[in-house]
């Protein structure tokens, strides 16, 4: 019952958890973030205690206005949402997080009022929604509402649980340590090829072998052809150049997405709500539908995802079957250039334990240049980071192996294409635009990309121009490369971004996440991987379509599927 309570309380504070689980979160040094569960210091806590309260207040705020009830009754509707019994139980939490705001919902105050008079927001300069020229004092609502002494709930003590973390990069179900799973969130399968044996760490995908009695490396292609004694292995994948997909990267890279669905309140529904915990145990990251290691179907997934999935990694194994489960996603909100260093040692490819090449991205997009200075990145610490872990790359992948970086994009698009636009928390009465939701985090300074998400337009220019001084550093690291590595070749990308964005003849904000206004869509990803695979096949570096798919398919069936 205990257990239940708390899942449900998890519920109830959802959009904290939409929040904080992406946008709040500290960035650790690569060794933190890759090997525990880091959380953001008390202020930033309180901040986001800040931002929690605001926008369920603003969900229960549009409820009542939207079906005209009480906020208490509203509030009802809210929890209805997560099914029956946990409904229930959402009701019962909830009022001991929330109660003392509704009689402040029912008398017409903002939710930045609310939250102030609450104590869960300090900073009267900074909200969201529109401010009332007729409000009245936060201290004159304490006193009417007998609120003097009441004490914002820390809610990260209490309930732990809700807290912003950043999970390793290790599967959280792994019973032979082979960082491969049987379990597809929590750094599952839906982030690396699916285990089939997750009791022999021998067992995985990626592995460089004939598997005559056994699939040792989980393609779904195994056994012993009866007329000329081979293994299907030896006939139809040896000589195929078959190789994985690996990337490494920022957000963008695990496709982080929280679903308008969930804020705007004419969308809210059960069966939208019905696969929030999975969400959530994904950090509300989308790899399995990504633009380079995505393989699933976007109509598998609810609340829709509005777009197709198409990624280097599906094109590939378009052309060879024998690549079946071959990709990790190493993918990790906030992350750096520097970061990538740490990140290699979770990648399970190692040359000396007989496993495939691969194509490995280095996709540090945007980060980097998101810290006001001093604290983003020097294009000294771009290229030692970045050179540091080339290094390393060549001393785990195999020969014949392709190491492919993405450049810094232009953010400004970001702004440019989202700033006047309704963001979702508004979407009722078209009074929050994305403007509002970007001067809101940064007032509270806790953007996750204070350089882009500005509406000033010199900080967006500056920031441009580090980003360039940072990509001048790539066309030395490719020379230096070009005769220090023997296992790995280095190539560069250009601003796939910029390409996808300029070449797409629809509405531009359909290439944006809606909620953050930030990260690519799902539309996007989709055209990203079809971009990054084109321009791989003109490097040279895609093998040819495997003569023998159509045999491995009458064979085989789905290999065993995803």
């Not at 040896?238 to 308008?260: C, E, K, Y």
């Not at 121009?465 to 690291?477: C, E, F, G, S, V």
Request: aromatic share 10%.
């Amino acid at each position: 019952m205990r257990r239940c309570f708390l899942h449900c309380v998890v519920l109830t504070a959802t959009i904290f958890l939409f929040l904080s689980a992406s946008f709040g979160e500290a960035q650790p040094t690569a060794e933190n973030r890759a090997r525990n569960l880091t959380r953001t210091d008390s202020s930033e806590k309180e901040k986001w205690g800040c931002v929690l309260c605001t926008f369920i207040t603003g969900l229960v705020s549009q409820l009542r206005q939207l079906h005209g009830v009480s906020a208490n009754e509203a509030l009802s509707k809210f929890c209805a949402f997560f099914g029956s019994p946990k409904g229930l139980i959402c009701r019962l939490a909830s009022l001991i997080l929330f109660r003392k705001a509704l009689p402040l919902i029912d008398a017409n105050n903002t939710p930045d009022v609310v939250c102030r008079t609450l104590s869960y927001c300090k900073d009267q300069k900074c909200h969201i929604f529109p401010v009332e020229s007729t409000t009245v004092s936060v201290k004159s609502l304490r006193k009417i509402h007998q609120l003097e002494r009441v004490k914002a709930k820390d809610l990260c003590s209490q309930l732990p649980m809700l807290c912003p973390v950043r999970r390793g990069l290790r599967p959280a179900y792994d019973e032979d340590g082979d960082l491969f799973s049987t379990y597809s969130t929590k750094r599952g399968s839906d982030w690396r090829g699916r285990d089939c044996d997750d009791k022999d760490p021998k067992v995985y995908p990626g592995r460089n072998t004939t598997d005559a009695f056994r699939d040792e490396n989980c393609n779904g292609i195994f056994g012993v052809d009866n007329v000329t004694g081979k293994t299907y292995e030896e006939l139809w994948c040896l000589n195929s150049s078959s190789m994985g997909v690996i990337a490494l990267g920022d957000s963008a890279t695990a496709h982080f997405g929280i679903p308008a669905d969930f804020l705007e309140v004419r969308s809210l529904s059960t069966a939208d709500f019905a696969n929030i915990m999975a969400i959530i145990a994904n950090d509300f990251d989308w790899p399995m539908l990504s633009g380079i290691t995505g393989f699933a179907n976007v109509s598998d997934y609810k609340p829709n995802r509005e777009g197709f999935m198409k990624s280097v990694y599906s094109e590939l194994l378009k052309r060879n079957k024998c690549n079946h489960r071959d990709y990790q996603n190493i993918g990790v909100n906030g992350a750096l250039v520097r970061d990538l260093n740490g990140m290699l040692d979770f990648v399970a490819r190692n040359r000396t334990t007989l496993v495939k090449p691969a194509l490995i991205f280095f996709s540090m997009v945007g980060n980097d240049v998101c810290s006001p200075p001093p604290r983003a990145t020097t294009p000294q610490e771009y290229y030692m980071g970045l050179t540091k872990a080339l290094e390393k790359a060549e001393t785990i992948f195999p020969a014949g192996s392709h190491v492919l970086v993405l450049p810094l994009v232009d953010g400004r698009i970001l702004y440019n294409t989202m700033h006047n636009r309704t963001h979702p928390i508004g979407s009722l009465n078209n009074d929050v635009t994305y403007s509002d939701f970007y001067d809101f985090l940064n007032c509270l300074g806790i953007s996750p990309c204070w350089g882009w998400m500005n509406t000033n337009e010199t900080v967006r220019n500056a920031t441009w121009k580090l980003a360039q001084t940072l990509n001048a550093q790539i066309p030395r690291i490719l020379e230096e490369s070009a005769t220090k590595f023997k296992n790995i070749k280095v190539h560069v990308l250009d601003d796939v971004y910029s390409s996808v964005f300029s070449s797409f003849n629809g509405s531009k904000w359909e290439l944006l996440e809606p909620v953050d206004g930030f990260h690519p869509s799902q539309l996007a990803n989709a055209l990203l991987g079809e971009y990054m695979f084109k321009k791989t096949v003109e490097l040279g570096i895609i093998p040819p379509a495997n003569p023998f798919n159509d045999l491995i398919e009458n064979r085989f069936g789905d290999q065993g599927g995803h």
